[in-house]
């Protein structure tokens, strides 16, 4: 007998083929988001109302309110000429709020028209889609924002210190930021795009009732309380403090430390809520649809 061994054989191929790749979802992912915010654009610059009302009614406002209240508001400044700044961020922030309702409305039409569904079902998910539209708004209220920078320039507002600007472009974004998380809390929440604009007063009094118009110790006693302690006073308070000039002395706004502080924590406060808000009804919106 042989004490050779009996040849085995094998049934797999001669040539081992390499397992390719795993594609990455998140460049596909981010190009899809993309691919959304385009989609939101062409139809906002073929939407001429939208396009219009984005560019025109923030300038409008900061012109109408300047001509009819201009000398007003500068009397209550201690001042022979209104200082626009205080106005400006207050009409900044509040053209921003002014679009929540109408795209979080948007949002709600495209989901009772069947479209987040189908988004839902395809190989990218609904992810890129949120994401698409949170940028879409953030974009938007930004582009909201320079018309009223411009006209405030043009009607005699200036920017004394480098502090000053930095802190108004802060103010900018972070509105958008919070503006954006919020349209999408209430655009997958909302039962129907009326349901948007719940937030509506609620706005108003938070612009109007601060130091926007008129400083906060001009209020009526009543109402005092509630304006030094509006978010949007603190914002404002802290650009005149930063900016300096005439209407920080007249205001004693002098420190700007402690209306950035709370700034801060108002910003921080608010954007837990919205994105609490946010995440709660886009979760809820992506188990409905799976």
């Not at 053209?95 to 395809?122: D, F, H, K, M």
Request: proline fraction near 6%; charged fraction near 10%.
């Amino acid at each position: 007998m042989s004490n050779t061994p009996a040849a085995t054989y094998s049934s797999a191929p001669a040539t081992a083929r390499p397992t390719p790749p795993a594609t990455k979802p998140y460049p596909r992912r981010a190009h899809a988001s993309w691919a959304h915010t385009a989609r939101l654009f062409r139809r906002f610059v073929r939407t001429r109302a939208s396009l219009l009302s984005t560019i025109f009614t923030p300038m409008l406002m900061i012109v109408f309110q300047w001509a009819l209240f201009g000398d007003l508001i500068a009397k209550v400044q201690g001042l022979e000429k209104i200082d626009l700044l205080p106005l400006c961020l207050m009409l900044i922030l509040g053209s921003q709020w002014l679009y929540i309702p109408a795209n979080s409305a948007e949002i709600v039409r495209e989901r009772q028209s069947g479209i987040v569904a189908r988004v839902s079902t395809s190989a990218s998910g609904i992810r890129p889609l949120i994401a698409g539209e949170w940028l879409f708004s953030f974009l938007r209220t930004i582009l909201a924002s320079i018309p009223a920078l411009v006209a405030s320039f043009v009607f005699g507002m200036r920017i004394h210190t480098w502090s000053a600007a930095l802190w108004l472009v802060v103010a900018v974004i972070g509105g958008a930021i919070f503006t954006a998380t919020l349209v999408l809390a209430l655009g997958f929440g909302a039962a129907s795009p009326d349901a948007t604009m719940i937030v509506t007063p609620l706005f108003m009094v938070a612009l109007f009732l601060s130091a926007g118009f008129v400083p906060a110790t001009a209020f009526v006693s009543g109402l005092q309380w509630f304006a030094r302690n509006n978010p949007v006073t603190h914002v404002i308070e802290a650009e005149i403090a930063l900016n300096g000039g005439a209407l920080a002395t007249n205001l004693s706004l002098t420190d700007a430390t402690s209306a950035m502080t709370m700034s801060g924590i108002w910003f921080i406060g608010v954007m837990v809520v919205a994105g609490l808000l946010a995440v709660f009804a886009t979760t809820r919106h992506s188990r409905n649809t799976a």
